[in-house]
């Protein structure tokens, strides 16, 4: 028996994400905020699902996915920390509820929660952390996204050299604009200002099949991302040029509502 656990799951790369897993014959214990949505997922999935709802910043919810699994008998083989929160935004415009909430649902709250399951997952197995190509570039109007997604880009790195004799792999998957509802009016109408390239859901979901099939370190979604995320380690300067370039059009959408 395949078991995964897949939080942010009633969202919408998590939902395309659940589809393609139960497809596949994976039996999922569903983990986001409200009941009522991850129910509704679970029922139209082939093949039996757990939903364990409630907000994974805090220990209580992090000690009931433990608990239900045990009670379950589970030793899932896979973990995905998919759950996530952005806010484009300027640096100066965040209030300090605004970063820390950021911070602790895409950096902190998963790497506590991978903490607490590793000792009942099953070997071999997978660990993938969905990250963002904003992770690997550095974009105005999104420094504490990008540095949470950087954090656990890092994480997902060392983890996987910690736990590289453990037949464990860890992997952080990399998506580009997305069409989710996480992506608010502004950030919607910036991408298209900017001729950002966005991706479906299910874009991401293929992507993450995929990389079950053969795990590597990182893998990010579609180009010119990609590429930018690259060249950005090597040539960040010339990368910095170009999106300067672009803050003009940036600002006419970060100014707080």
Request: charged letters at 20%; aromatic letters at 4%.
């Amino acid at each position: 028996m395949k078991i995964a656990i897949l939080t942010g799951a009633s969202g919408g790369i998590g939902r395309a994400c659940a589809t393609r897993l139960a497809d596949d014959g994976w039996q999922l214990m569903l983990v986001g905020r409200r009941t009522t949505p991850l129910a509704e997922l679970a029922s139209r999935l082939p093949g039996h699902h757990e939903v364990v709802a409630g907000n994974l910043n805090e220990a209580s919810t992090r000690t009931a996915i433990v608990e239900r699994l045990t009670a379950l008998d589970w030793a899932p083989s896979l973990l995905i920390n998919n759950a996530g929160v952005n806010q484009l935004s300027f640096l100066g415009d965040c209030d300090e509820a605004e970063i820390e909430a950021q911070l602790t649902t895409n950096l902190i709250a998963p790497i506590l929660l991978t903490r607490a399951l590793l000792p009942l997952m099953a070997r071999p197995g997978q660990i993938v952390n969905i990250g963002s190509a904003l992770g690997a570039i550095g974009h105005p109007g999104y420094s504490i996204y990008g540095a949470s997604k950087a954090g656990m880009r890092l994480f997902s790195q060392a983890l996987d050299r910690e736990l590289g004799d453990d037949n464990i792999r860890v992997g952080w998957l990399a998506p580009r604009a997305t069409h989710t509802t996480m992506n608010n009016e502004a950030a919607q109408a910036m991408q298209k200002a900017l001729g950002t390239r966005v991706d479906a859901p299910d874009v991401v979901a293929q992507a993450l099949m995929t990389h079950l099939k053969r795990p590597c370190t990182e893998r990010f979604i579609g180009q010119p991302e990609g590429f930018f995320a690259r060249l950005n380690s090597f040539l960040p300067d010339l990368v910095r040029g170009s999106l300067i370039k672009q803050l003009p059009i940036i600002r006419r959408f970060t100014h707080p509502a």
